[in-house]
């Protein structure tokens, strides 16, 4: 199970952050804070993945799988039963569809298009499982979505005769 998916910038700043699991606020922060600390000493030569030994989420088993775009971190904390390799090709599948949403995603889109980054996020996992991986039917739902929007009538529309 996925337990957080995490962005943040060269800086430890948040840009997003989706919890799976019920954690306080405090937690969540420290949560953050531990993971920028631990992926930014990091250097690009080491493998991405770091399991157990932090007691990042309250658990030793808890692997944290991470790729490094220009200036963001893109981080899945997920359990044992999560293979590094496939929770890696999610990560790259996640930054193509933001890709293609915002012709080259960057730090500003993330602050400035959130929902968007979100309902992307959620066509892709719901509830720390993933429900979707392959990019050509999460690209086509997103479509879908913008189609609809397009269409979107007032709730409070009445037509009178």
């Known amino acids: 199970m996925i337990e957080a998916v995490l962005i943040f910038n060269l800086h430890g700043t948040p840009r997003l952050t989706k919890f799976y699991r019920h954690y306080s606020e405090q937690k969540q922060q420290q949560i ?8 930014s000493k990091r250097g690009d030569a080491v493998c991405s993945f770091i399991e157990g030994g932090e007691n990042i989420l309250e658990s030793s088993s808890t692997k944290v799988i ?5 200036t963001l971190y893109i981080v899945f904390c997920v359990d044992s039963s999560e293979s590094e ?7 790259q599948v996640f930054v193509e569809v933001l890709d293609k949403c915002f012709k080259n995603v960057c730090e500003l889109d993330l602050i400035f298009h959130m929902d968007k980054v979100h309902y992307v996020l959620n066509e892709i996992i719901v509830g720390g499982l993933v429900i979707e991986h392959s ?8 479509e879908e979505q913008k189609k609809l929007e397009k269409n979107d009538i007032p709730v409070f529309y009445h037509e009178s005769h």
Do not use: M
């Open 85 to 91: 390799l496939a929770i890696l090709d999610l990560i």
């Open 135 to 142: 990019l050509p039917n999460i690209l086509l739902a997103i």
């Open 66 to 70: 991470y790729r490094h775009y220009a």
């Open 32 to 39: 953050v804070k531990q993971v920028y600390q631990i992926v």
